[in-house]
C-alpha cells in the first residue's frame, strides 16, 4: 500500500496540474517525460541562461554557440532525448532529437522527432526530417539495428497511451520518416529509455528497455530485451524477475569476462542495480545494488579510478560514485557537492581534454548542466562547469560536431528553444620553442635545441620547422619567441 500511495502521489501530480493552473498565470509547468517530476517556471526565469561556473580546463563557453531557436517549424518542443550520428553519411554527426507528450502548460503543439543534420560543421537552423509519427518518446537512440551500413533511429516511446516503441530505419534513400519496427511488449509498457547493445557479440545489436506502467493502478513493468540474432524480435525474448519502475541505462563490461553487463536507475521504492551479462545472457536478477530506496536517474560507467574496472555514477541526492571492487559489487567513494535534485542523465566524456573522463550531468529540477572534472583517479566534487538554461534539463549528447577534434555538448530542454549546442573551444596553438612545455621559452628549451643539432631521426621536436635538420633557423624561431608563452 504504501509503494502505491507513493507512487499514485509522482503519477497523479500531473493531472493535478491540470486543475491548479490556469490560463491567467504568467507562469509555465514542465512535467517530465516520465510523469514523475514537475517544475513551474515563472515568467523572470523565462528566456533566462546562465553559467554559474567555470573552471578547469574550461570546456565549453558561457552561452550556446547555436540553438534551435529559428527553426520554421516549431522551436518550443519537450525533448526526451538527444543523440549524435552521421544519419546522412556524409561523414559529419547530426543531432537527432526525441520529443515528448506530457501535461505541461501552456500545452506544446508539436512532438514528432526531428533530425537537424550537419554539412560541413554547419547545422541547419530547421530540422529537414521531421517523423509522421507524433507519440511520446521519452528516449532516442542510434545504431544499425538490420547491419546495412546506415545508422538507424530508435524511439523509446511511452506516455499515458504507453505507445509502442519504433525504429525508422536509414538506407541508401535516407531515413525513413515512417517506422519500420514495432515493439510489442507484454502488457505494453512506458518505456522511459532504451540501450542499444550486443548481448551475446554475435555482431549484431540487441536491444533493452527500461520501463513503468502508466497509473498508480498499474504503476510496474519489468525490464525488456529484444533479441537480435539476424533480425530485431519485436516480443521481448527477455525481461527482469523484478517488476518496478525504472529510469536510465547503462552498459559495460564490468567483469571483464568479455560480454557488456547492465547498470539501471530506479525510482522510489526500487533500488538501483547491475545486471550481470553471463555469456552472452542476462541474469534476471541483479548482482548488486545500491540499497537505496530513493528517486535515483541517471547511470554511466567509467574506469575513474584507472584500475582497468568500469565505476558506475548514479543520480542520487546528491549524484555518486561507486567504485568496482573487481568481485561483481560496488562501494560508494564519492559524492558531489550541493543538494541539486532531478537528474535525468549522466554521461562520462573527456571534455576538458586532460586523457581521464569527466562526468556531466543534467538535471530537470534545477535546470542545471554540472561537469564534474576527472583526473587522478577521482572527480572533482564541485563542479568544473555549470550552465542554467532557460528551460527544464531533459537530455545531453557529447561528441564532436564541428570537427576540430574536440568533444561538443548538446543539450535537450523543454522550452523554447529546446535544443542547444556547446562547441569546445579551439586549444590553443603550440608556442614555437617551448620544448619543455611549461609556458616559458627560456635557456632551459635553447639547452634541448642545441643538444639535439644536426640532422634529424624520427620523433625531433627541436625541429621545429620540420626540415629534418636543427639548425640556424630553428635556433632563430625559438629565440624569436623567447619568453613567456601568450
Known amino acids: 500500500m504504501k509503494d502505491l500511495t507513493r507512487c499514485a502521489h509522482a503519477l497523479g501530480m500531473i493531472a493535478a496540474l491540470a486543475l491548479t493552473v490556469t490560463v491567467a498565470s504568467a507562469d509555465r509547468v514542465e512535467v517530465s517525460a516520465d510523469g514523475h517530476l514537475h517544475v513551474t517556471i515563472t515568467d523572470r526565469d523565462a528566456n533566462k541562461s546562465q553559467t554559474l561556473a567555470t573552471g578547469m580546463g574550461d570546456p565549453f563557453g558561457e552561452e550556446p554557440d547555436w540553438t534551435n531557436a529559428n527553426d520554421e517549424v516549431e522551436s518550443r518542443l519537450q525533448v526526451g532525448g538527444v543523440r549524435l550520428a552521421d544519419i546522412s553519411n556524409n561523414g559529419w554527426l547530426d543531432i537527432v532529437a526525441g520529443c515528448y507528450q506530457s501535461q505541461s502548460f501552456p500545452p506544446y503543439e508539436d512532438w514528432r522527432n526531428r533530425v537537424y543534420f550537419n554539412d560541413g560543421g554547419e547545422l541547419e537552423a530547421t530540422a529537414s526530417w521531421i517523423s509522421d509519427d507524433a507519440v511520446s518518446t521519452g528516449d532516442v537512440q542510434v545504431g544499425d539495428f538490420n547491419n546495412n551500413g546506415f545508422i538507424d533511429v530508435l524511439a523509446a516511446n511511452g506516455g499515458f497511451g504507453m505507445a509502442p516503441s519504433v525504429i525508422y530505419f536509414n538506407g541508401p534513400d535516407g531515413l525513413s520518416t515512417s517506422p519500420g519496427w514495432t515493439s510489442n511488449e507484454p502488457g505494453n509498457a512506458w518505456n522511459n529509455s532504451a540501450l542499444p547493445i550486443d548481448l ?77 551479462n553471463s555469456n552472452g545472457t542476462l ?204
Open 200 to 276: 551475446n557479440n554475435n555482431g549484431m545489436i540487441d536491444l533493452v528497455t527500461a520501463n513503468q506502467g502508466n497509473s498508480e493502478f498499474d504503476p510496474y513493468r519489468p525490464m525488456f530485451a529484444f533479441a537480435n540474432p539476424g533480425v530485431l524480435e519485436n516480443t521481448p525474448s527477455w525481461q527482469s524477475a523484478e517488476t518496478s519502475i525504472q529510469g536510465t541505462l547503462a552498459a559495460a563490461d564490468v567483469n571483464l569476462n568479455g560480454f557488456r553487463d547492465v547498470a539501471v536507475s530506479k525510482w522510489v521504492n526500487f533500488e538501483t542495480a547491475v545486471y550481470l
Open 283 to 486: 541474469q534476471t536478477t541483479p548482482a548488486w545494488t545500491n540499497g537505496l530506496t530513493t528517486s535515483d536517474r541517471g547511470v554511466a560507467l567509467s574506469d575513474v579510478t584507472g584500475d582497468g574496472y568500469p565505476d558506475l555514477a548514479v543520480g542520487e541526492n546528491p549524484t555518486k560514485l561507486y567504485e568496482n571492487q573487481q568481485d561483481d559489487s560496488f562501494s560508494h567513494t564519492w559524492s558531489a557537492e550541493g543538494t541539486f535534485f532531478g537528474q535525468r542523465e549522466l554521461h562520462f566524456a573527456d571534455v576538458t581534454r586532460n586523457g581521464s573522463d569527466d562526468l556531466a550531468e543534467i538535471h530537470f529540477s534545477s535546470r542545471r548542466v554540472n561537469i564534474y572534472g576527472g583526473g587522478n583517479g577521482t572527480l572533482t566534487t564541485e563542479p568544473v562547469w555549470t550552465w542554467q538554461g532557460p528551460g527544464v534539463g531533459t537530455t545531453l549528447a557529447i561528441g564532436d560536431l564541428n570537427g576540430n577534434g574536440n568533444l561538443d555538448l548538446v543539450v535537450g530542454n523543454s522550452g523554447d528553444p529546446s535544443v542547444f549546442v556547446f562547441f569546445a573551444p579551439q586549444p590553443k596553438a603550440p608556442c614555437p620553442g617551448d620544448l619543455t612545455s611549461d609556458g616559458m621559452v627560456d635557456v632551459s628549451d635553447l639547452l634541448i635545441l642545441l643538444g639535439a643539432w644536426g640532422p634529424c631521426e624520427g620523433d625531433c621536436p627541436a625541429d621545429l620547422n620540420d626540415d629534418g635538420t636543427v639548425d640556424v633557423s630553428d635556433l632563430l624561431i625559438l629565440l624569436g619567441a623567447w619568453g613567456a608563452c601568450p
